[in-house]
């Protein structure tokens, strides 16, 4: 039977999700790393990139630096996403409106991720800013949704 997207609620799924790609950033600074210097030292992981900054090119150490504020800031826009799919579902908001926003959520945070990691210049970095906002943006209006939906409204 195939998903109807407009009365099958997916939202719940989308939780985990958006906290699996927080990880992407991480996970390209594993594999990035390993191929570059062969290993990952594990027993101190956070300081991997700093041991290793005097055997890479300036361009490479930014790269690893914006990767890991990629995954930080997944990490940090979570909890607010999460809370507002848990509000929309306790408040009976429509399969159509979670998954929509869910989703719209969860592809704004996969274009986030490559366009900080790469986003080398002025240009990439208002368009990373960008997303971030309409990320944002997107788990304030499911609150808000929900708020109204709570409110009878």
């Known amino acids: 039977m195939p998903l109807d997207l407009s ?15 927080a990880y992407v950033p991480h996970l390209y600074t594993e594999v990035s790393f ?10 101190s992981p956070r300081g991997n990139v700093e041991r290793a900054a005097s055997k890479l090119t300036a361009a490479q150490l ?14 940090e826009a ?3 996403f999460g809370a507002a799919v848990l ?5 009976q908001l429509s ?11 969860l592809l704004l945070r996969a274009l986030y991720n490559p366009v900080y990691i790469g986003g080398s210049t002025e240009r990439l970095a208002a368009f990373r800013s960008l997303i971030w906002f ?6 304030l209006y499911l609150l808000k949704l929900s708020g109204d939906a709570a409110l009878g409204r």
């Open 7 to 21: 009365k099958d609620n997916i939202s719940l799924y989308t939780i985990p999700v958006a906290y699996l790609l």
């Open 34 to 43: 390993f191929r570059t210097f062969g290993r990952w030292h594990n027993v």
């Open 62 to 75: 930014a790269t690893f630096k914006r990767a890991a504020g990629a995954h930080t800031n997944g990490l």
């Open 78 to 80: 979570f909890p607010l």
């Open 87 to 91: 509000a929309g579902n306790w408040a």
């Open 95 to 105: 399969s159509a409106v979670l998954n929509k926003w869910s989703i719209i959520y």
């Open 134 to 139: 309409a990320s944002q943006g997107v788990s």
